[in-house]
């Protein structure tokens, strides 16, 4: 059987971790599996060279609506960018149905498996499956990782156009946590939708292979303490409420250092490096940039913290935390709590707005190194046990067989 997984993305990141890990323990290995994904994504060459030799990746060059115009009008003001990139997806929709059904009909597949990040999220995402149904009869599923957004404005009734026509080509609908399963409800074509299946995501057991020490490759003082943030520098992923967390802790104590993990725009690392300044943080954060494999490095942490502020469908860092036997500070938003599991058992979870209890949670973990060794042994335990790799491509290998 010939399954094509097709995804576009603008973000290097956990979709591209949920690919390797689909793609490395598919059950069936006499299954032949492409990968078609937008050539600029930032993380293909992660994909490149993580994925399982017998993966073909398929690098397409289709105009996306992002890429087209940033070069024409990223002098703009944000709002007039925002507006233009609005009308543009739906000029460019003609163009990529025709283009994306010439690449699915050259690939001749059986079976379709659209990963997406929010919903509607990657703009062709949604289009590969309608194009799907031009040159196969074969399973179609669309698989969404982040919240589904509410369609709004003068723009509305062709959404809702363009989501009916997805349910209808579509034979299943996959997301990543019932939090992110609940959101598409709000979007009227799916209001009535009666099943939306939720596959957890599987994470990989970290390997020392690729192993970096950061407390010697960051120059970590010795007497500190390693708090470790994975995320994009996004502003909903709270880079402001940890720094306003660190600097409450550290007017009681000394022993604290925050690496900040992840892919960044040069914007963004400014944005966030401004914040550090203007909290006299700069001799206690250390801003790293994105570090592959990230999972693989965690052991040398000691605690992980997730103090997202807004929509969280899945929490991959926290899975990858409890793999490392980490304890775990998150905010209490969207799908965090149903990764973490019951609130002080593999991590404490916390108010989005109440930046003292984080503050308290993350100085109690630290002087309380039995309760912190007991919560890593939990966090294990529930991330074996519930995000199985295996369990989850196995799952995902089903539905490819079973067309409704």
């Known amino acids: 059987m010939r399954v094509i997984i097709y995804t576009e993305n603008m973000k290097y990141g956990g979709m591209d971790t949920f690919i390797v890990n689909l793609t490395k323990y598919w059950p069936d290995k006499n299954d032949e599996l492409f990968?078609?994904?937008?050539?600029?994504?930032?993380?293909?060459?992660?994909?490149?060279?993580?994925?399982?030799?017998?993966?073909?990746?398929?690098?397409?060059?289709?105009?996306?609506?992002?890429?087209?115009?940033?070069?024409?009008?990223?002098?703009?003001?944000?709002?007039?960018?925002?507006?233009f990139r609005k009308i543009f997806r739906y000029i460019l929709i003609p163009y990529q149905i025709y283009a994306i059904s010439s690449i699915l009909k050259k690939y001749k597949g059986d079976a379709l498996l659209t990963v997406n990040g929010s919903y509607p999220g990657g703009e062709t995402c949604r289009i590969a499956n309608i194009a799907w149904r031009r040159v196969s009869k074969g399973v179609s599923i669309h698989n969404f990782h982040n919240y589904a957004e509410r369609e709004m404005g003068v723009l509305s009734p062709l959404e809702y156009l363009i989501d009916q026509k997805l349910r209808g080509v579509t034979d299943y609908m996959v997301s990543v946590s019932n939090y992110c399963s609940s959101t598409i409800y709000s979007r009227k074509a799916f209001g009535d939708l009666k099943t939306i299946i939720t596959i957890p995501n599987g994470v990989e057991m970290p390997i020392s292979k690729d192993q970096i020490n950061l407390r010697d490759n960051y120059k970590v003082p010795k007497n500190k303490n390693i708090l470790l943030m994975v995320s994009t520098f996004e502003e909903r992923k709270g880079h402001k409420f940890a720094l306003d967390a660190l600097r409450i802790a550290l007017n009681s104590r000394d022993d604290l250092h925050l690496l900040l993990v992840g892919d960044a725009t040069n914007t963004e690392i400014q944005r966030v490096q401004g914040l550090i300044n203007e909290r006299s943080l700069t001799n206690d954060v250390t801003i790293t940039g994105k570090i592959e494999n990230i999972a693989n490095s965690m052991l040398n942490a000691d605690l992980v913290i997730i103090p997202s502020q807004d929509y969280e469908s899945f929490a991959l860092t926290a899975v990858e935390a409890m793999l490392n036997k980490l304890p775990i500070v998150a905010t209490n938003v969207g799908g965090i709590p149903e990764t973490i599991g019951e609130d002080g058992r593999c991590g404490f979870l916390v108010n989005p707005d109440d930046v003292n209890s984080f503050s308290q949670k993350i100085s109690y973990i630290i002087d309380n190194p039995e309760f912190s060794k007991n919560m890593g042994a939990n966090g294990l335990s529930r991330a074996l046990d519930v995000f199985d790799p295996k369990k989850m491509a196995h799952e995902y290998f089903k539905l490819t067989r079973t067309k409704l």
């Open 35 to 83: 990968i078609i994904c937008n050539d600029s994504h930032p993380g293909i060459n992660f994909l490149s060279k993580n994925l399982p030799s017998s993966v073909n990746l398929i690098r397409h060059q289709i105009p996306i609506n992002w890429n087209f115009l940033n070069s024409y009008i990223r002098y703009l003001p944000v709002l007039f960018q925002k507006i």
